[in-house]
């Protein structure tokens, strides 16, 4: 009779190195395209800092919001937006932890609704800005349908 390993039946044996490879290939593999996927995401170096981030006061930012305002950088659908047609609700502070800065955002409420253009439903209640070093950089328009 031809020897066939041990004399053990086959189910008995340790697994065959011809199983256990593909399937340590297969680990390895996933290992490594995790690594790779972690990679590619931006993710803070220092999730948590004990430096606390520079706040400033919100009565000093709504000020210079409204002299931004009034510079004529609040424009809606190409309407620009007067100090007269608004009235600051809130500044709104995001910490962004992977550049540790601050973004600022002044929401305002509008004392008079307005038409959204092409849209009969449609009303502009309200207005987000970002602030950066006294300018207005960014502005969303805060849209309610009629119901």
């Given amino acids: 009779m031809p020897c066939l390993g041990s004399g053990a039946p086959r189910s008995l044996r340790s697994p065959s190195w011809g199983v256990i490879k593909p399937v340590f290939a297969v680990l390895l593999l996933c290992a490594v395209a995790l690594d790779a996927v972690q990679a590619s995401m931006p993710t803070p170096g220092h999730p948590i800092s ?3 981030p520079k706040i400033e006061d ?3 930012l709504v000020q210079r919001y409204l002299e931004a305002v009034d510079r004529g950088e609040l424009v809606i659908f190409g ?4 100090r007269s047609m608004i009235i600051p609700a809130r500044v709104e502070y995001v910490y962004e932890l992977s550049s540790r800065t601050t973004r600022i955002r002044v929401y305002s409420n509008l004392k008079e609704p307005l038409p959204v253009p092409g849209q ?3 009303r ?7 602030m950066e070093d006294g ?7 805060h849209i309610w349908m009629k119901q």
Avoid: K, M, R
Wanted: net charge negative; charged share 15%.
């Fill in 50 to 52: 004990h430096v606390t």
């Fill in 58 to 60: 919100p009565d000093y």
């Fill in 79 to 82: 309407q620009t937006l007067a």
């Fill in 120 to 122: 009969s439903d449609c």
């Fill in 124 to 130: 502009i209640l309200s207005v987000g800005a970002v």
């Fill in 135 to 141: 300018h207005i950089t960014e502005i969303e328009s």
